[in-house]
């Protein structure tokens, strides 16, 4: 019989979320253990590439009680730096890594957690797993030739890990095209099926876009003032913290060398079947990205700041041959040379450890703000928690203040 264990709270998951929940049920005293599958981290170090950045700058990627990641606050912390940064933070914490939770059940008036190092009985968890953390790949995958070297994003190191030859990457989020610029650093022939894509500058009159995001009260946006709540689900807009950061567009990666496609709308064989929707897709992006800074300086103009006007952004020039590979409609790829398709279509939730009448309709705990349908279960890290930052690091601790707090007013109760 495997042990069963009694505490007030149980955190599933040891990254940015679950380590500031931890962080402030330890300082308001309450009894709790962090359950996570893998090592602290885990996402970052088992679903980014060798080369990756964060996306936002240091100065606001902070944990409760601690300094910003990184040692200098205008750049962008790497992959192994960030899991270096979270280690140390998690060094006081009750993490136990390597433990898989298989069921959060009802038990009396909490819960029960079944999990590989046994049974906890609790009043609460906190769910701090994340709502992106399922491959996704679409059923085009299983059309395509047996041969064809197939990963998904999460994934992709680097370079060559791939075969020789060109290679696909499907999705033009912040993922794919990063990737895309990754593969032609080193050389490599890449062709990026896009999709209708938002894009950020990384820099606008003098700062960096997230910080203009906090300043102006952008990134406090919540859910419920969308016009489309369908954005909340839409893909992360293409930007980079790579090489010091820098925007990145599809006339950018285009301008350097990746060849431009529309939407993958099918496999025949040996050829893909291509969409006409680049020139759509390239203006979505275009569009994105202006109406973002024309909401800037609307605000800066109400905040009545006196800042320079905006930079040459290099992302914003028109790529040339764009109306020529908005023309192609199907890609040989024996032709072609492709030897490998990276899936860069995104992650979804997966909770198949909680009761399925708890989730929504598209398979993610029901909440408000963190606080989950079911008395005592609470979610933090997820996209649009709360408001638009919710889902980054630099939103993390906001959030993870309001769930504890609820845990520690429902404690007193």
Not at 234 to 261: D, E, M
Request: proline share 5%.
């Amino acid at each position: 019989m495997r042990e069963q264990s009694r505490t007030n709270t149980v955190v599933v998951g040891a990254g940015q979320a679950g380590l500031a929940v931890s962080h402030l049920l330890l300082e308001n005293d309450i009894a709790h253990v962090v359950l996570e599958r893998g090592r602290v981290g885990h996402s970052w170090r088992t679903q980014r590439w060798d080369s990756f950045c964060l996306n936002t700058p240091n100065s606001v990627n902070r944990l409760p009680g601690a300094a910003h990641a990184g040692s200098e606050p205008d750049k962008f912390c790497s992959r192994d730096e960030l899991v270096q940064y979270l280690e140390a933070y998690a060094e006081r914490l009750p993490v136990k890594e390597g433990v898989t939770v298989s069921a959060v059940r009802r038990a009396d008036t909490g819960f029960e957690v079944v999990s590989s190092a046994g049974q906890y009985r609790c009043s609460n968890v906190v769910l701090c797993s994340g709502d992106q953390n399922h491959p996704r790949v679409p059923a085009v995958a299983a059309a395509l030739p047996d041969d064809l070297a197939q990963l998904h994003a999460g994934d992709y190191r680097r370079p060559d890990q791939l075969p020789d030859g060109a290679v696909l990457v499907v999705g033009a989020g912040q993922s794919g095209v990063q990737i895309v610029e990754d593969l032609l650093e080193a050389g490599r022939d890449v062709y990026l099926c896009t999709s209708a894509v938002g894009r950020g500058a990384r820099r606008y009159r003098g700062k960096d876009i997230v910080e203009w995001s906090l300043l102006s009260g952008l990134a406090e946006q919540p859910p419920e003032a969308l016009e489309d709540p369908r954005e909340m689900y839409a893909a992360q807009p293409q930007v980079s913290g790579t090489n010091g950061g820098h925007s990145v567009s599809l006339h950018l990666v285009g301008r350097n060398g990746a060849k431009l496609l529309g939407r993958l709308d099918g496999a025949q064989g040996r050829v893909l079947k291509i969409s006409g929707d680049l020139l759509a897709n390239v203006a979505a992006g275009d569009d994105k990205v202006k109406g973002f800074c024309q909401a800037l300086d609307t605000a800066i103009e109400k905040m009545g700041l006196d800042v320079p006007p905006a930079e040459i952004d290099p992302a914003d020039v028109p790529f040339d041959g764009m109306a020529d590979m908005a023309a192609i409609r199907r890609v040989d790829l024996d032709e072609a040379k492709i030897r490998s398709v990276v899936w860069a279509t995104g992650f979804g939730p997966k909770f198949d450890y909680l009761d399925p009448f708890w989730l929504d309709d598209r398979g993610r705990p029901r909440h408000t703000k963190g606080i989950c349908d079911v008395p005592g279960l609470y979610c933090v890290g997820f996209m649009w928690l709360r408001r638009r930052i919710s889902g980054l690091l630099a939103g993390v601790a906001d959030d993870a203040t309001h769930v504890v707090g609820q845990i520690v007013t429902r404690g007193a109760a």
